[in-house]
């Protein structure tokens, strides 16, 4: 079995800062990593996804994530927010073993002020 | 394109009476998930579905049946329902049965149960 830690529930920011949302996972075998973006009143869309290879993976609206094996995490990081980013995160992980299915995380608000 | 349909929007219903809330989806996807949104609990999976004409218990079955008669239709039903299965439900679907494979979710139906 595996399970995700979102640690902050809200992060507040200002438009143009820096933000990290952070994600831990725990799991006895090899995993495949996501966030995906809820957007207000909408369903969840993929952000990005860590299967295998590089472990810096970059989504097409400026965010990151890099898969750290030693310290189980992946976190979410974009250098410069928007904000339209102003959206709830959801960070999930899958073992890569066969028809496992996605754990999700309880969610982290980011909330971008001008 | 309409992706995946979710009905009714919203729905208010009294304790004890039987709800089907339908899910739609037009991409000929194999797998179809149903989740339910609980503010500072996440995701949860009620049942899924990897192929048509079978099923599966998610983390929260208790309380709610699916079937999958065809590819396009995963309707999911409270047959009694009661207040603590007031939430958002979201139905969701993926190309291929396991984590890996992105999901697509549908807009969602707001549940209250009195």
């Known amino acids: 079995a595996q399970s995700v830690t979102q640690l902050d529930s809200q992060v507040p920011v200002f438009e143009e800062a820096p933000v990290e949302l952070r994600c831990n996972y725990s799991?006895?075998?090899?995993?495949?990593l996501f966030w995906y973006v809820q957007y207000p009143n909408q369903g969840l869309q993929l952000l990005l996804k860590?299967?295998?290879?590089?472990?810096l993976v970059e989504s097409i609206n400026g965010f990151e994530a890099e898969f750290n094996k030693s310290q189980t995490s992946f976190h979410l990081r974009k250098p410069s927010v928007h904000i339209s980013d102003t959206a709830e995160y959801f960070c999930?992980?899958?073992?890569?073993?066969?028809?496992?299915?996605?754990?999700f995380g309880k969610g982290t608000m980011l909330l971008v002020s001008p | 394109i309409a992706g995946i349909t979710q009905a009714p929007t919203s729905q208010i219903l009294a304790a004890g009476r039987r709800m089907t809330l339908r899910c739609t989806q037009d991409?000929?996807?194999?797998?179809m998930y149903w989740y339910r949104q609980d503010l500072g609990l996440g995701l949860r999976l009620i049942h899924y579905?990897?192929?048509?004409?079978?099923?599966g218990k998610g983390e929260v079955p208790d309380g709610y049946s699916v079937s999958r008669a065809n590819t396009d239709d995963f309707p999911l039903t409270l047959a009694s329902a009661v207040p603590s299965q007031t939430s958002v439900y979201f139905c969701?679907?993926?190309?291929?049965?396991?984590?890996?494979?992105?999901?697509?979710f549908g807009p969602g139906t707001r549940l209250t149960v009195l």
């Open positions: 969701a679907s993926s190309d291929f049965a396991g984590g890996l494979n992105e999901q697509f």
């Open positions: 799991s006895s075998v090899s995993v495949y």
């Open positions: 860590y299967l295998s290879g590089s472990t």
């Open positions: 999930a992980v899958t073992s890569n073993s066969g028809y496992s299915t996605l754990t």
């Open positions: 991409m000929r996807h194999n797998a």
């Open positions: 579905s990897n192929t048509a004409g079978t099923t």
